[in-house]
């Protein structure tokens, strides 16, 4: 169906608490990505997978990790949330790189107060 | 600084005019990719990897890589072309950078 999914749409937590964000694609794409994007500065790039368990850093990638175990899944963690984390996460698949195609998921809009 | 610089940041329009909007690089790149936000919302593909000239119903991208700018044409735009415009350049083994986008409104 070519769809990228993200779970869940709204996310509301307190300072000191761990997120998870989860991104699911039904198009065995290899490449998949996690952007932030915040009034003023656009979309940022957290990480970038090439497969499982074949994660890369992106621009801004302090303060979360990642975890792909599947193919289809891309999962994107927030040990000890905090405040200057409150942004909409977007999940992104290719098929292998940049150069083609990016599916985005709708994204998941995280507050943390 | 800004490695892909969008102009104008927005743009208003009557339904029916057209419109240019401009993407430029700061640095060399292989391609490039422009998206559709709408409000609120998920970004979709428009064009990616175009080289040259490439058209999609009312939308024309053209791209001259090696001078490191793109644009995009709309046509007769209608009420439902409203929303962010983003390009996005394409570093190897990277992803992509995005510019802060054009927010464009028509009217009726």
């Known amino acids: 169906d070519m769809k990228v999914t993200q779970m869940p749409r709204y996310l509301i937590k307190r300072m000191g608490e761990n997120v998870l964000l989860e991104c699911g694609q039904d198009m065995s794409h290899e490449t998949m990505y996690w952007y932030r994007q915040d009034p003023g500065l656009g979309l940022q790039l957290i990480y970038i997978s090439y497969d499982v368990d074949s994660n890369s850093e992106g621009d801004i990638p302090k303060g979360y990790r990642v975890s792909r175990k599947k193919r289809e899944h891309f999962s994107l963690i927030l040990d000890s949330a905090k405040t200057n984390q409150t942004s909409v996460y977007f999940c992104a698949s290719s098929q292998q790189g940049a150069n083609e195609r990016l599916f985005f998921g709708h994204g998941t809009k995280l507050s943390v107060l | 600084g800004q490695q892909v610089q969008q102009s104008p940041a927005s743009l208003v329009l009557q339904e029916g005019e057209n419109a240019e909007l401009q993407c430029n690089f700061s640095?060399?790149?292989?391609?490039m990719q422009w998206f559709y936000q709408r409000p609120g919302g998920s970004l979709v593909s428009l064009f990616y990897?175009?080289?040259g000239t490439k058209q999609s119903g009312r939308l024309t991208s053209t791209t001259v890589i090696k001078e490191r700018r793109s644009s995009l044409h709309i046509s007769s735009s209608q009420t439902t072309d409203s929303g962010t415009y983003l390009c996005?350049?394409?570093?190897?083994?990277?992803?992509?950078?995005f510019g802060l986008g054009t927010r464009v409104s028509v009217f009726p």
């Open positions: 996005a350049m394409v570093r190897y083994a990277q992803g992509l950078t």
């Open positions: 640095t060399s790149l292989n391609s």
């Open positions: 990897n175009p080289s």
